[in-house]
């Protein structure tokens, strides 16, 4: 099976545009979730999608957002870019809500000048 | 409140020695762990898990250790190789809830 694929791998943006970044799971995963890296902090939980769902939110600000469509594949939006926002972002899928392993993608480096 | 913290930010071992990641949780309700490795511009890769009902699960080299009265687990990796240079993560989630990473541990293994 082809494993998590995250586009684009890296993307460069200046503050106060918005950025969309996709996420295409394992195929037969239902569960999408997104992470953010970054120095010092480990991964930071964003949001977890199911069956087009949102089903759990981290505590980030309104400015990210996110959608699941009916294949399963799953975007994130952040509008009004800060310089806090650069960071590797990661997506995850697994095949079901619960104990099932969530398997990551290669990430999306995100600078924002 | 880190929920989940890995309080060695750095662990060099000579190779084909055992290499022991340590990281302690303080949510009770956690109830399955996992280990994942992550090499530089690159996603984390799973590498082994645990359920509270056990206390241990081997894997060719891996081993990870749960102690639940301490609140504690442990990823053994013998023998040590150089490939296993990476940032070592340790995870966990109680139930539908979602993953909760520590910081990382970055293991160096010396040839």
């Known amino acids: 099976k082809a494993g998590v694929t995250q586009t684009p791998r890296y993307l460069i943006k200046t503050r106060g545009q918005q950025v969309t970044l996709s996420c295409s799971p394992i195929s037969g995963h239902r569960s999408v979730s997104w992470y953010q890296q970054t120095p010092g902090q480990g991964l930071q939980f964003l949001f977890e999608?199911?069956?087009?769902?949102?089903?759990n939110k981290g505590n980030f600000p309104g400015r990210f957002s996110g959608r699941q469509f009916s294949n399963s594949r799953s975007e994130m939006n952040v509008s009004t870019l800060e310089l806090g926002d650069s960071a590797l972002y990661l997506c995850a899928s697994r095949n079901d809500v619960g104990t099932d392993t969530q398997y990551f993608g290669p990430g999306t480096r995100l600078t924002v000048l | 409140d880190q929920q989940v913290k890995q309080n060695s930010p750095s662990l060099s071992v000579q190779e084909g020695r055992i290499s022991i990641l340590n990281c302690d949780y303080t949510?009770?309700?956690?109830?399955?762990f996992l280990w994942y490795k992550k090499y530089p511009a690159e996603g984390p890769t799973f590498l082994i898990s645990i359920s509270s009902i056990k206390d241990k699960n081997e894997d060719g080299r891996f081993t990870v250790f749960l102690n639940k009265s301490a609140k504690h687990l442990s990823l053994h990796i013998v023998p040590s190789q150089p490939g296993d240079s990476a940032v070592y993560f340790c995870a966990a989630s109680a139930g539908n809830t979602p993953l909760v990473f520590g910081k990382g541990t970055r293991l160096s293994v010396i040839a």
């Open positions: 999608y199911f069956s087009e769902t949102q089903r």
């Open positions: 949510n009770s309700m956690f109830d399955y």
